[in-house]
């Protein structure tokens, strides 16, 4: 598998994850997380796929804006993408930021993420 190909599909996978029409589908979410989903949030919390499931639908959706990209394929069928997320939620005058890192999986036929954390940082 070839990792400039693999680093793109996870891109456009990652910024498939933060839109508003994804978090508000609880089948696309399905879709794109495994069963063993597990995340660490910017704010300590951990979450498990059912979470995610029942949580992301049910909020208004931030404005998520992704850059500096990296990737790294850590085994055939796993890679690891990095990268620097600007956060703007319905509910806050100024925007959060952080540093992501996403693990995702291929099984034969999809990406899937199975771990995200993300560790809030300086404004950038």
């Known amino acids: 598998m070839h990792s400039d190909t693999t680093k793109q599909q996870l891109i456009e996978l990652e910024q498939l994850l933060v839109q508003p029409?994804?978090?508000l589908s609880v089948e696309l979410l399905d879709r794109y997380l495994?069963?063993?989903f597990h995340e660490i949030s910017a704010t300590g919390r951990c979450f498990g796929?059912?979470?995610v499931l029942q949580r992301?639908?049910?909020e208004t959706p931030?404005?998520?804006s992704q850059?500096?990209?990296d990737c790294r394929v850590l085994a055939d069928g796993l890679a690891q993408l990095t990268y620097r997320?600007?956060?703007q939620r319905a509910e806050s005058n100024s925007p959060s930021y952080s540093v992501r890192s996403s693990l995702w999986r291929f099984d034969a036929e999809n990406w899937q993420m199975i771990f995200h954390q993300g560790t809030a940082c300086n404004p950038f």
């Open 21 to 23: 029409a994804t978090r």
């Open 62 to 64: 931030p404005v998520i």
């Open 85 to 87: 997320a600007t956060i």
């Open 67 to 69: 850059q500096d990209f």
């Open 49 to 51: 796929k059912a979470d």
């Open 56 to 58: 992301l639908p049910a």
């Open 34 to 36: 495994a069963d063993d």
